[in-house]
Structures are given as C-alpha cells and as structure tokens.
C-alpha cells in the first residue's frame, strides 16, 4: 500500500497477526491492517465473519490468541480497557439508566479525575455538537434511540479519545433513521477530528460512512481499501459481491496475441495487452468476471461481438427510473441486469432473447 | 490483580455453596454411625437406628399422626385455595386486593404468633390436643402456597381456550372439566405437594395444640433434640428429607413454580 | 371470539381461563375468605383482645417500662440486624455469580441453594447443633488447622443463633438479589471500564446503584423473617440471648401470663407489618427511581 502509512506520525492504530481462538475455532486468524489517524474505518462482514472480535479486542474485552496490537506505537497486550484512552458506542448504547444525560456523558471524565465544573462544561459542549443540549438533566429511559444514540456518541468523544469505536452504531434505529444518523455520525466524528473504527454488516452503511471499509470473513481480513477500490477491483468473488450487486460469471481464460480473452457459453470478455488486469494473467484456466448490473448494455439479440453475451429474459420488472431484467444465460446461471434504456427494453418480454454489451473498463476478472 | 480478584470471588461463592449444603449432607450420613452418640464424620456402618426408631410405638403414632395431619390439611388447603385462585385470577371485583392480601398474609405473619393465638381460641373450641385442630392450623398455613402455586399456572393459560370451547357448543361445567382443569393441574398438584410439606415440617404450632397422643413426627424431633443427641434423631431426620426430596421430585415434575 | 349471542349468558370475563359467570366467583371465594376469617383473623384479633384486659393497656406499659422486656426487644433487633447484614452480604456475590456465571453455575448454585430450602428448618438447626458442639466438625476442622488448641464454644451462643439463622435466611436473600441482578446488563459495566473507570469504580457507581433495588429487597425480608424467629435461637442459642418469639412462647408456657405474652405478640406483628411496608415502600421508590425525575 501507500508508503505514507509506514510514517507513525500518521498511524493510529495497528493489527499484526491478531489471532483470538475459542477452543478449536478460529475467531480471528492473523489479522493485520493499520488505521490512519482521522480516518473512518469500517470493518464489514457477515455474521462470525470475526469483526466484532476484532471490535472488543481493539477495546480490550477480549485478550488475543496471539499477535500484536499497537495503538499509538504502544503495545496494547495486558492492557485493560480502562487504560486505553478509547471511546465506544456500544451496540444498544449502553447508557447508564440511573444517571442523567449529563452525567453520563461526564463520566469519562469523572474516571479521569476531572472537576465537576470542567466536567459539566465540556459535557454541554459536547451536547451542543450532537444537538442534545436541552436533554441534559433527562434520563436515558425518556429519551427517543436516535437521542440516546447521540448520548452515547457524545460519551464516547467527550474524553477526546485516541479511537472512537462504534459497535454496529445503525443496528437498533428503525430504517427511516438509518440513513440520517449515518451522515450525523459521520459528520460529527469529522468535526473532531475523531478516529474511527465501526463495525457493520449492513455494506450500504460502510459505504456511506467509511474513509475505508475492512471485509471479513470467516474470521480472516479479506480485503482491505477505499470503498472505490473495493467496488472497482475487488480481490475475491465473496468482496465483489458483498459490495454492492454483482453478476459472477464463470469462463475459461485465454491469452491472445492481443490480450485476454474470458469466455463462457454465450459470451466473452476482452482484455486489451495493455490492460493491466489482463497482464496479471499467466495460466489458461477457469477465471470469474464481475459485471455490475447497471453496467450491461441491452441491445439487440443476434449479434454477438466482442465484449459481449445473449441470454433469454426470465423476468422483467418495471421500477420507474428502470429497468430490471433477470436474464437466464445459456449454461442456466442467471444475471440481473439493470436498466434505463427505455427504447431498447420497452418491446421486449419475459422468454424473449436479449443481447448485452459492456465495455472493458467496467469489468473485473477475479482468479488471475 | 484481576485473575487474584476472580480466584476470591469463586472461592467466596464456594464457600458460601458448601455452607448452604453443609448440613443438609452430613445429616444421612450420620444417622449410620454405630456410636451412640452424634458423631461426623459417622464410625462404621449400622441400620439399628433405622429399626430402633420404626420399631419404637411412640415414633409410630408420631408418624401415622403426621401423615393424617399433613394429608388432610393438603387436601383441605388445596380445593379451598385452588377455587379462591381461579376466581381471583379470573375477576376483577371490588376488594379484590384486600382479599388477595388475606389470603397471602399467613406466608408472611410470624408462626409463633399464630401458634399462641391459635392455642387460646381453640382451647375454648376444644380443638386443642385433636387432629382436626391440627389440621385446621397447618390448612391456614399452606393455603397462601397452593392459591401462589394456581395462580401461576392459571396465568399461563390462553384466555381465548374458554370463550372457544364454548363457541365450540360445550357446556360451561364440561369446558371446565375438560379444558381449565387438565391446563392448570400442574399448578394444583405442586400447591398439594407445597401444602403437604408446610404441614409435615411444622413444629412451632403442633407444639401448642398437640398432646402426647397427637403429637406429630416434628415435636418427637423437638424433644429429642432438646434432651438427648443421639443417632436414632438422624435416623428420623434422614426420613423426613427422603420424603420431602420425594415430594420435591414430584412438584418439579409438575412444574417449576418457585421461579 | 364473542360468546354473549351464543344462549343469552352472562359475558365471560376475556381473561377468564375457566367458564363460569362473576356469582360462580363469589361462592369459589368465600370458602377460603371464611376459612381464614374463623382460624386466622379471629386467632389473631382474640390476641389483641386478650392484650388489652378491659380497654386497659397496662401489659404494654409493663413491657415498655419493664428492662427485661425492653431487653429482649433490643436484643431481637440488634440479631435481626446484624444477621439481616451478614446475610445479604454473603447472598451478593452467591446471586451475582448466578446472574452472571453461565448455566453450568446456574445450575450448580440453584440446586445448592433450594436443597437446603427444602428441608425443614427443624431439622437443619438440629444440624447445626451437631455441627457447632465440642466435639463436632467445626471444632474438628479448625483445631486440625491449627487455629485453635481446643474446642471453643459455640452453641448456646449468639453466634452460633446467627450462623443458624443465616443458613436459613440466605435463601431468601438470594432470590429477589438474582432477579434484579440478572436483569442489570454486564455491557455497562463494560462501558464503564472503557470510559475509563477501574474495576473497584464501576462496581460502586455503576453495578451496586442498579443492584440496590435487590438489596433492599432482600434485606427487608430476610429482616423481616429474623424478627419472628423461635426455633433456631430456642435450639441453638442460650436463655440469656433469648429472642422476643421465645419470651412470648414462655409466657403461654411457663409463666402462664396469657395478656403479657398476647402483648408481645402483638408488638411482634405490628413490628412485623411495619418492616413489610417499608418492603413494599422501598420496592416502590426504587422501581420509580429514574423513570421520572425529569417530568416532576
């Protein structure tokens, strides 16, 4: 990766092979990435995929199997939580009943010694940023969960922590708050300057949110990158299709004086030789390829040509701004393609067959 | 620091664990011992307390007393408490909570205040030194357990089963029979076991209203203990919670109520 | 699903699991009310006449002047006390480690606890006695230890009336203690320790307060209990540590003073009643607490 993350200065946090086994199963298998000071970090996967693992071991609940964790440079190993300057939103937010919105939010100051009067100024500073500053003396109980959502944030960055860790922040707001809470959060974390590792399964939220989106699976960091990155050039058929839709197709790889060719039953792709992706090809074998559905062209049936396929419409859905049409492709597997051409998919009915195009640059080809 | 923490923690639980048990666990064992005095951990092994006290008339009529007291005051207890608890459970009606509390209120009143107050009216009703008045006193003492015991079992039935069975064209008696009384018949039997046990463990009160030819299993205990310690006391003990673990068996096989 | 237009009947009261109409519930009722009335009530009430000879209150005078009586009383409190003390102390971490140690431990520590539960204070204090004595396992165990050269005494003591009494009251002390534990969420404590807090820190401001509502619980019955208490302290303690449930049996007994012991009696369950209202108070402020101070 980019040589400015060996800088310290600019490291807030590292994983080196973090392992954690519970008994024969491998919670988290050698794990290792670096978090960028002010970045937001997503670590996305299915459930047990280890990122709520990598979550509490981060906090400190939980102590590795093996590996290292440094925050700030420092070795984190026997370290409890209470000694690691980390904020964190837990997943119901955690806020404590018995105390008032402010207090809450003065507790970590309170643990740190801190006097009352400070304590109680800079908690209401932190309301204002959340927007909460009338709620002070409520309890959480009275409180709506986009509110207590916002308590629990701003306990979490009053201390102004080295990292900021939100456990599944979006999983017990109804979905109409989602989307605004996402940008909330994000906001504010970017307003002071906070680093942040979140954890999710949802991919629309670590999309919307992340700086940078950490896939696992099973345990082990399967990818790492830009949420762009993991779009365009994903490594592996689980990340292409954990973020965002994906058609995988199976073909055969072939390299041409002039490239690469993958082709399947009713359809090719090409590579030019001066594509980069192509050059990473040495055998001749099985290769998969990503199409995005809104990336396929329909066009008329009939005539194959380079970079493209033929297949019969199985269903075919009408969403207003588009399209969608699930094609069934000559081998049986099925692609969804998704559509705003209205003129060229209008005629065309469930049973009939279609053409699809796409260009190069929209194609990934996993497998190399 | 924390796993120091943690060792004490476990090792207090422990302790704590071993203290309740403690002297439930050593009573069997003792009751074998060929001493003759009370001795733990016991010496050898010999039934002879076993045949000493089943043998002995008095422990008998103690025992026949015991279980005619116990059977009929949980037989008492339990169709009386089981009607107030369906019909608590089912109504609401003025008063109710003052005769809810009545009927709990037993639980929580000092036995030997009941006892004493017991010993002076029924003296003047002569049932004083009589099973019956025995039976009467440890009935007002399992009551609460059996109407506690209903009550939990009545709330976990569907309240539509009824207003179907009838829509269903059975009669009120027959829906009754066939469909509220087989649903809360768990709560009913561990209320009898409840019942039975209340009055097969008392003594406070049998020692105000029994005489020596109605006194029960309890007080034989309470003068043995008050005189002379010897095994044949264990022997009796021993029994006693064979029964009661029996009776405990049952009740769980009923359902768990307690919780 | 409607019955009244079935046969013109009385409307079944919808959360009635059983078929009869609201007269039927009066005659289910009235048995158990009567029943009570007549053994339980009147027994009771005959006390308090029997304690005021003529509208006179000249037993309860004697007893709140008399220093044997006053005696007694103190005694039965400060035992109450101190066993109402040792017994939730003890019952705190026994409930927390129920709440919090997994089923296997669940498990174990139920069945430890309802053993005991379940047989019969008689016969558990008889045990205590063979425990206690010179020459019993107690005695045994600490002079092999080493701790002491010979038997000490410890029946016909008060402290072997409250190792006694709180064998008895633990039970009682646990339960309410393991409701309310079970229900406080072990992620605040961890909230707490990451926002900084040590150990020592987030039990005393976080994991106590949400416990208190089961502390007081348990306190105020196991108090309650220890108040009437007849059987372990007549067996296992001496006469000169007698409790107010002992004086009032001697009086019926030996000293055949009926009105005096009816007295007592009476003290006994008006102090009784009293600890129980504040049982049911405290359970009412504390379930409140926190709902609703900032709508006042």
């Known amino acids: 990766m980019n040589a400015a993350l060996q800088n310290n200065a600019t490291t807030a946090m590292k994983l080196e092979g973090v392992s954690k086994l519970y008994g024969p199963v491998k919670a988290l298998d050698n794990v290792s990435f670096e978090l960028r000071k002010g970045e937001f970090l997503t670590m996305l996967g299915p459930s047990g995929s280890g990122k709520t693992t990598s979550l509490r071991a981060i906090a400190g609940f939980i102590q590795p199997s093996a590996g290292r964790l440094l925050i700030d440079g420092r070795d984190m190993t026997g370290v409890p939580p209470q000694k690691r300057n980390i904020g964190m939103m837990f997943q119901d937010y955690a806020l404590f009943p018995h105390m008032t919105v402010l207090e809450n939010i003065g507790y970590p100051l309170e643990t740190r010694g801190i006097k009352r009067a400070e304590r109680e100024k800079r908690s209401m500073q932190m309301l204002e940023i959340v927007g909460l500053a009338h709620c002070a003396a409520r309890y959480p109980k009275e409180m709506s969960g986009g509110q207590q959502q916002r308590v629990a944030l701003a306990r979490a960055l009053v201390f102004k922590p080295d990292i900021v860790l939100l456990d599944e922040p979006m999983a017990a707001l109804d979905k109409k708050l989602r989307g605004q809470m996402q940008i909330e959060i994000m906001h504010i974390t970017r307003q002071v300057g906070a680093t942040v590792v979140s954890v999710t399964h949802d991919q629309e939220e670590a999309l919307v949110m992340s700086d940078r989106i950490a896939i696992f699976k099973d345990g082990r960091l399967e990818q790492i990158g830009s949420p762009h990155e993991l779009y365009q050039q994903p490594r592996s058929e689980f990340v292409a299709d954990f973020i965002g839709e994906a058609n995988l197709l199976h073909g055969k790889a072939r390299i041409t004086p002039d490239g690469v060719v993958v082709e399947g039953d009713g359809w090719n792709v090409s590579l030019p030789k001066e594509d980069p992706r192509g050059q990473a090809f040495t055998s001749t074998d099985n290769a998969c390829v990503v199409l995005r559905p809104e990336r396929i062209r329909a066009v008329a049936a009939g005539s194959p040509g380079v970079n493209a396929g033929e297949g019969v419409i199985e269903d075919k859905i009408y969403l207003g701004v588009e399209y969608r049409l699930v094609v069934r492709m000559n081998d049986g597997s099925k692609i969804n393609v998704r559509s705003r051409d209205v003129t060229a998919i209008s005629g065309m009915t469930a049973g009939d067959r279609i053409g699809m195009a796409w260009a190069p640059d929209d194609i990934v080809i996993i497998g190399a | 620091m924390d796993r120091l923490r943690r060792a004490l923690f476990w090792l207090i639980v422990g302790l704590t664990a071993l203290f309740l048990l403690l002297p439930t666990l050593i009573i069997v064992p003792m009751s074998f011992t060929t001493t003759t005095t009370l001795e733990f951990p016991p010496v050898g092994f010999t039934l002879d307390w076993y045949g000493k006290v089943i043998g002995a008339a008095d422990w008998q009529s103690a025992l026949i007393n015991s279980l005619v007291v116990a059977i009929a005051a949980a037989a008492l207890a339990t169709v009386v408490g089981t009607a107030a608890a369906l019909a608590l459970h089912a109504h609401r009606f003025r008063g109710k909570t003052v005769v809810m509390g009545l009927l709990l209120s037993p639980m929580v009143t000092p036995v030997i205040v009941l006892a004493v107050g017991m010993y002076m009216v029924f003296s003047g009703w002569g049932l004083v030194a009589t099973r019956l008045g025995l039976v009467l006193a440890h009935t007002v003492l399992a009551i609460p357990f059996v109407v506690v015991s209903v009550l939990a079992s009545a709330g976990m039935v569907n309240p539509s089963l009824v207003p179907a069975s009838l829509g269903l064209g059975a009669s009120r008696w027959f829906t009754f029979k066939r469909v509220t009384l087989p649903l809360i018949m768990p709560g009913v039997l561990s209320g009898a076991v409840f019942a039975f046990i209340t009055s097969w463990d008392e003594v406070v009160i049998a020692l105000f209203l029994a005489d020596v030819q109605t006194r029960t299993v309890p007080i034989m205990i309470w003068n043995q203990v008050r005189t002379n310690l010897d095994p044949a006391t264990a022997a009796v003990a021993a029994i006693l919670i064979l029964l009661s673990a029996l009776g405990v068996l049952l009740s769980y096989k009923f359902r768990d109520v307690r919780s | ?296």
């Not at chain 3, 009643?273 to 504390?286: T, Y």
Request: glycine share 8%.
């Open chain 3, 1 to 296: 699903m409607n019955v009244s237009a079935q046969d013109g009947a009385v409307p079944v009261s919808a959360r009635a699991p059983w078929p009869f109409r609201v007269p039927t519930a009066f005659w289910l009722i009235a048995p158990a009310v009567l029943f009570l009335a007549l053994f339980f009530v009147f027994p009771l009430l005959r006390l308090v006449a029997i304690s005021l000879p003529g509208g006179s209150v000249e037993y309860y005078e004697q007893i709140f002047t008399t220093p044997v009586f006053l005696r007694v009383i103190g005694e039965t409190f400060r035992v109450s006390l101190i066993v109402t003390a040792v017994t939730v102390a003890v019952a705190y971490p026994y409930a927390y480690a129920m709440a919090h140690g997994g089923r296997t431990v669940l498990l174990l520590l139920t069945v430890a606890l309802l053993i005991p539960f379940w047989v019969s204070l008689l016969l558990r204090s008889f045990s205590w006695i063979v425990l206690l004595q010179n020459s019993g396992l107690i005695n045994d165990v600490l002079i092999a230890m080493g701790l002491i050269e010979k038997p000490i005494r410890l029946i016909r003591t008060p402290f072997g009336v409250m190792i006694g009494m709180v064998h008895i009251l633990l039970p009682y002390a646990v339960l309410p203690l393991y409701t309310v534990m079970k229900k406080i969420d072990l992620r605040l404590v961890e909230a707490s320790s990451i926002c900084g807090a040590s150990w020592l820190k987030g039990f005393i401001r976080i994991y106590f307060p949400l416990s208190l509502p089961g502390v007081a619980a348990s306190a105020i019955l196991a108090f309650t209990l220890a108040l009437g208490f007849y059987i372990t302290p007549a067996l296992l303690g001496s006469p000169r540590d007698m409790m107010i449930a002992q004086m009032i049996a001697g009086q019926f007994n030996e000293q055949l003073n009926f009105g005096l012991g009816a007295a007592l009696a009476v003290v006994l369950m008006v102090l009784t009643a009293i600890a129980f209202g504040l049982f049911g108070a405290a359970r009412a402020v504390l379930q409140s607490r926190g709902r609703s101070k900032d709508g006042v």
